[in-house]
């Protein structure tokens, strides 16, 4: 996790604490030494939130992102995480957008609100294109947070809402199969992708998502709510990447998780 000198950081290092108790990981915590001091006050040190909320998670690492300027953050971050199983940032960090066109590895944006509670659902942002990756993650995550999984189809306008759903359950039918422990709901809504998830997450405790990847042509007609979630989802956003490098190409690459 990435751990910035402000409010946000108390709420990112909970959560990533409570995932990494939950799924067997450990955490290794990111801090920039250009960060200002923080303000006085009980627990404002990273290693006093430490030492009062990660007391569960196996190993913490602090370790020191070596940076020359701001515009260089996104980089450092990438190439620091580079193997992990996730990194962990706040939904408020400008350098957001960057760092998920960068990334090779999942990531999560957690907002700076109270945990969500720990029997919430997981919701799957599900479109036609979504990849097995995407729909992967989803289930195992769902499977041990012991908890339902809620796939959500946008469907606008004059779409089929029958058709989505048969399409939703035969996409979902292998993982169902692979985890059957994971209670799984299809909710086809007839709203704009960005309306559906923002909605679903009220009640939910993480929205999975695919990283856009169907180039910046597609992307000009119909840009990704990808992006705007991750700022707006009233929960924490786990975005995750297409198998191979990050494509900066004008050309589509079908597989992305976002419906739209």
Do not use: K, N
Request: proline residues 12%; contains cysteine.
């Amino acid at each position: 996790m990435f751990a910035p000198t402000d409010r946000s950081r108390r709420r990112v290092l909970r959560w990533a604490t409570r995932h990494a108790a939950r799924t067997g990981g450990s955490l290794q915590v990111l801090v920039d030494p250009a960060d200002p001091p923080p303000e006085p006050g009980p627990a404002t040190t990273l290693v006093q939130l430490l030492a009062r909320t990660a007391g569960d998670v196996v190993s913490r690492v602090l370790s020191p992102l070596r940076r020359s300027s701001a515009c260089a953050l996104a980089r450092e971050l990438a190439a620091a995480v580079a193997g992990a199983r996730l990194l962990v940032v706040p939904q408020s960090l400008p350098q957001l957008p960057a760092l998920v066109d960068m990334l090779t590895e999942p990531l999560v944006a957690v907002p700076d609100r109270p945990l969500p509670r720990p029997d919430a659902c997981v919701v799957l942002a599900l479109a036609p294109w979504t990849g097995p990756e995407v729909i992967g993650s989803a289930f195992e995550t769902a499977a041990r947070y012991g908890v339902d999984l809620r796939a959500v189809r946008a469907v606008e306008g004059l779409g089929d809402a029958d058709a989505a759903e048969r399409s939703c359950e035969d996409d979902l039918a292998v993982w169902r199969i692979t985890r059957p422990e994971v209670g799984v709901d299809v909710e086809v809504v007839d709203r704009e992708p960005l309306d559906a998830l923002v909605h679903g997450s009220r009640d939910a405790q993480l929205v999975v998502a695919g990283r856009p990847a169907r180039g910046r042509a597609r992307d000009l007609l119909a840009p990704s709510p990808t992006a705007d979630l991750l700022r707006l989802s009233a929960c924490p956003v786990l975005v995750v990447p297409p198998p191979g490098p990050p494509r900066h190409a004008w050309s589509a690459r079908p597989g992305w998780g976002s419906p739209h």
